[in-house]
């Protein structure tokens, strides 16, 4: 594999990397937004679900508290009957200053009213633990409100009020609270799952344990005082986002492959039209190689019968000659075809231009001449530079030849060598027809001719630039193509060393 | 001619309820007794006072309507043999229904479910396929919300002429919410202000037979030790027996003092004792047996030959049979004397038996007590000597030395089954043999 072919892969596949890991990243950005969105859709209906049954079990205070508001209304003189006004209430006190009213320690007591009495000590002595616990405002102190002593193994739930001095303050039972809600809880999240909790303990799970693999916990509250030992959980399918992960992948991998696909594609038909080209040059190089031996002989039995005929043999002498030039020039453009597909050695080596201009003006005059052309040399003193003698040469011929080719009617080619900073150009500029500009780009490939008048009836590879051009990038520098009016030029900019 | 026709059958109902009030609609035996009447002058011994509630025979034809919840624990623990007998056990119950009484099924394991809502038996067919179905193993014990599912049940048709009745079936110990003694005993209370009662029945030797005999207990159920799931339909059938044969409810039974008459304690069924008042209430009474309430008091101080009232008794309940409330009413006096001969010769048997059959079963408790503390060798003494001191009681009566006799003798097989069982199951049965004593059931024990 030529190192031009394997660079030309590292692109490809360069590219096609650079655009898959694109659309990997972007994709898998979009995933994850999406995955976080769903995430954040359910954790919301999460937390919406949760306070409807956190709702649901304080509005069951709630109703207790309207109730026995009303009752403190209708309170009656005799304080034993407050008890009986409504079944829920389990106990009743009534508390003035810290002196406990209701139940009257002075009476006989049954033992559990012995032991209600027993249990609001504290709150006897000192009446304020019960709105303690809110801390909202501490000037003013609530006239009513909830209270729960947690100290015993069930938690005692009062609710009191503050009424001209006395406070009354009601026990519901705890137990009648799980009680209702155990059987009022009925909650269908389809796969999601409610979880009541009261000091750790279930108390409600709305759906049976075998049914609640691989559930997530989505959100978790505690409900306000007097309840803040109960816990509400909400679990929920993580499932969804392992669907979106799966199918989104999947997605992505079938547009990497079309892109990664059509790249290759690219690719493929870029190598294949550069392989065909190699191909051409192969087989015209080989041609031309076969064509050497024979065209040798042509030029060197052609030569022998010029020394051999006489100016005498006007006819004859001027047949010969053509021969032996135009064997000459057929082998110069084999020349040309072997140079194209193999390059030979770069050798460096510092070169005079002026001797080279001489040389190559020596060369190219005669043939000028015969076409009523002549050049025109303008360049500084004393120029050298590092570079290949040969490479140079050929390049410089492809200019002038070029010139004499295509535009001997401008009867003029100035050939110029100007110093800059950091380069050299050398350049052959014509008066012909010059080249359009759209074509410019086309004459640099190999095989490419242009298709007018001028190029009519001239013989000529189509490789000459394409060679020039290699050449010139084998030293480092470059071919530019400027367009004065009329002709062309030619520059050959190397750096200088 | 409609209005001919209202007149003749009011004239008819009239006749009917007069001949049925002639024929003596059948009440609640109630008798109220001192176990010693003729006190010693100038001494202030402990007395008993008894009332014994005796209920009517109940014609089997005529029994009340049954509103029934069956709670049955399914969690993994019943595997095999014992959801398979309760299944046919509930199985049994529906077959024993009539279309008149209200049945609902409720079973728990980590969750509950009311597979069958509280409604009339009428396709007992689908009932069973339901029962079968929804009787699979799983999960653990929530037992409080299985429990107030089924008060929740039973009290969707809550009426005064049924008897409604929970049937609690568990083997485990509860580990799902709620689980103290003192909250289900909470939950009970809830079940006993409703009117329902709660049976509970222990499997095996796994489950808490404190909490099951307080669940009994506060809402006056019954309660049994199932000790191998092939008893249970026989438990079945006599607790369809008890429930069948409810001839009173609601009974209250409030005992005034007089003054400086001093309640001690209350011996057996526990009540509530406010200055000199004591307030027992029964949920229930069957057919043809005996409950008493039992208060140990110190009677005043008194010169020979005086009487001194010592109590006034009221008695109310709701008679099934009549379907109407009846109430009770007696005065008791105590008499005082000089000869320790007449104080013994009026004592009453019949008390004296029940309350050391009382103080025996006091007895037992402090057994368990021991037991739960590793002493199995103390608490079998004390058995025994509570055992030996019954038997020692001076009595002539055939009937009342049959009862201390069948006392004595099923504390004798429960010393001699902590020998041979193990810790758990003997507990267990000492449980329940102190439970059914103070609740003065029949013994369930083979």
């Known amino acids: 594999m030529s190192p031009r072919k394997s660079k030309s892969l590292s692109i490809a596949i360069v590219i096609i990397f650079a655009v898959i890991g694109w659309i990997a990243y972007f994709g898998f950005r979009t995933l994850e937004h999406e995955v976080l969105l769903r995430h954040y859709q359910a954790q919301t209906l999460a937390q919406t679900r949760i306070a409807q049954a956190g709702a649901f079990i304080m509005n069951w205070l709630e109703q207790r508290a309207t109730r026995f508001e009303l009752l403190m209304e209708l309170k009656p003189n005799d304080n034993s009957t407050l008890k009986t006004l409504d079944d829920d209430i389990e106990d009743v006190f009534v508390l003035q200053k810290n002196k406990l009213l209701y139940p009257d320690e002075s009476q006989p007591l049954t033992q559990k009213e012995q032991e209600w009495a027993r249990l609001l000590t504290p709150i006897v002595q000192e009446p304020s633990l019960l709105y303690g616990h809110s801390t909202e405002s501490e000037e003013q102190a609530p006239l009513a409100g909830w209270f729960v002593i947690n100290e015993m193994q069930e938690p005692v739930l009062l609710y009191w009020r503050n009424k001209n001095g006395e406070v009354i303050g009601f026990r519901v039972s705890y137990v009648r609270l799980l009680f209702d809600v155990v059987n009022a809880a009925d909650f269908h999240f389809g796969g999601d799952l409610l979880r009541i909790k009261e000091n750790g303990r279930l108390l409600y799970q709305s759906k049976p344990d075998e049914q609640l693999s691989k559930l997530v916990r989505l959100g978790a509250i505690h409900l306000p005082y007097p309840l803040s030992t109960w816990q509400i959980e909400y679990e929920g399918q993580p499932a969804s986002t392992l669907i979106i992960y799966g199918w989104g992948s999947l997605f992505l991998l079938a547009l990497m492959a079309i892109v990664g696909l059509v790249v290759f594609r690219f690719y493929r038909e870029y190598t294949q039209t550069t392989r065909l080209a190699q191909q051409q040059v192969n087989f015209v190089s080989q041609v031309s190689h076969e064509l050497k031996t024979p065209l040798t002989n042509i030029r060197l039995y052609a030569e022998l019968l010029k020394e051999d005929l006489s100016a005498e043999d006007g006819e004859g002498l001027r047949y010969a000659e053509v021969i032996a030039t135009e064997s000459q020039r057929l082998s110069r453009l084999i020349q040309n075809v072997l140079m194209f597909a193999r390059m030979p050695k770069l050798n460096i080596q510092p070169i005079n231009l002026q001797t080279l201009i001489r040389q190559m003006v020596d060369t190219f005059t005669p043939s000028f001449q015969a076409k009523g052309m002549s050049i025109v040399v303008s360049m500084p003193e004393q120029i050298s530079i590092n570079s290949d003698l040969d490479r140079l040469t050929q390049i410089m011929s492809n200019f002038l030849s070029n010139a004499e080719k295509y535009a001997a009617k401008g009867k003029q080619v100035h050939l110029t060598i100007e110093k800059q900073a950091e380069h050299v150009d050398i350049a052959v500029r014509d008066y012909g027809a010059g080249i359009p500009e759209k074509e410019v780009k086309m004459i640099f490939q190999p095989f490419y001719r242009i298709k007018s008048a001028i190029t009519e009836g001239v013989s000529g590879t189509g490789i000459g630039l394409t060679i020039a051009r290699q050449l010139a990038e084998s030293l480092g520098g470059e071919i530019l193509v400027n367009h004065p009016v009329p002709g062309v030029q030619f520059v050959l900019r190397l750096k200088q060393s | ?446």
């Open chain 2, 1 to 446: 001619m409609k209005m001919s026709r209202v007149v003749v059958s009011m004239l008819l109902s009239c006749v009917l309820s007069w001949s049925a009030s002639a024929k003596m609609a059948p009440s609640v035996t109630i008798k109220t007794e001192i176990a010693t009447p003729i006190i010693l002058e100038n001494t202030q011994d402990k007395n008993y006072l008894k009332v014994s509630l005796t209920g009517f025979s109940l014609d089997v034809k005529k029994r009340s309507p049954i509103n029934l919840a069956l709670v049955i624990d399914r969690s993994s623990s019943m595997s095999g043999d014992r959801i398979e007998k309760a299944r046919d056990a509930a199985i049994m119950a529906i077959n024993m229904l009539d279309g008149d009484d209200l049945l609902s099924v409720i079973t728990y394991d980590s969750v509950v479910e009311v597979i069958i809502p509280a409604a009339k038996v009428k396709d007992k067919a689908k009932l069973i396929e339901t029962v079968k179905k929804n009787t699979q193993p799983r999960g653990t014990t929530a037992l409080f919300a299985g429990l107030s599912k089924g008060i929740d049940q039973a009290s969707k048709h809550l009426h005064k002429e049924q008897v409604n009745r929970i049937i609690l079936l568990s083997d485990g110990q509860a580990n799902v919410g709620p689980t103290s003694v003192g909250e289900l005993s909470e939950l009970a209370k809830i079940a006993a202000k409703k009117g329902i009662a709660i049976t509970t029945l222990g499997i095996g030797d796994g489950y808490n037979e404190d909490l099951m005999a307080a669940i009994a207990g506060y809402s006056d159920g019954n309660h049994a030790f199932v000790k191998h799931p092939a008893d249970l339909e026989a438990i079945f059938v006599k607790e369809f027996n008890d429930v069948m044969s409810v001839v009173a409810q609601n009974l209250e039974v409030s005992i005034h003092l007089a003054n400086n008459v001093i309640p001690v304690r209350l011996l057996g069924r526990d009540g509530e004792i406010k200055g000199n008042k004591v307030k027992v209430r029964l949920n229930q009474l069957y057919s043809n047996q005996e409950k008493y309430v039992l208060l140990e008091v110190i009677p005043a101080k008194g010169m020979r030959a005086e009487t001194k009232p010592l109590a006034e008794v009221n008695v109310s309940y709701e008679n099934l049979g009549s379907k109407q409330k009846d109430t009770y009413q007696k005065a008791l006096a105590v008499r005082y004397t000089h000869s320790a001969e007449e104080t013994k010769s009026a004592m009453v048997e019949d008390v004296l038996a029940d309350s050391a059959i009382q103080l025996m079963a006091l007895e037992s408790e402090r057994a368990i007590q021991l037991m739960d503390e590793g002493k199995v060798a103390e608490a079998k003494e004390v058995l025994n000597t509570s055992a030996r001191a019954l038997e020692a009681l001076p009595i002539s009566q055939p009937a009342t030395k049959k009862k201390i006799q069948e006392n004595v003798s099923q504390n004798d097989r429960l010393i001699e089954r902590m020998g041979r069982e193990n810790k758990a199951s003997a507990r267990k049965a000492l449980k329940e043999q102190s439970y059914n004593t103070q609740r003065q059931n029949s013994s369930s024990a083979p």
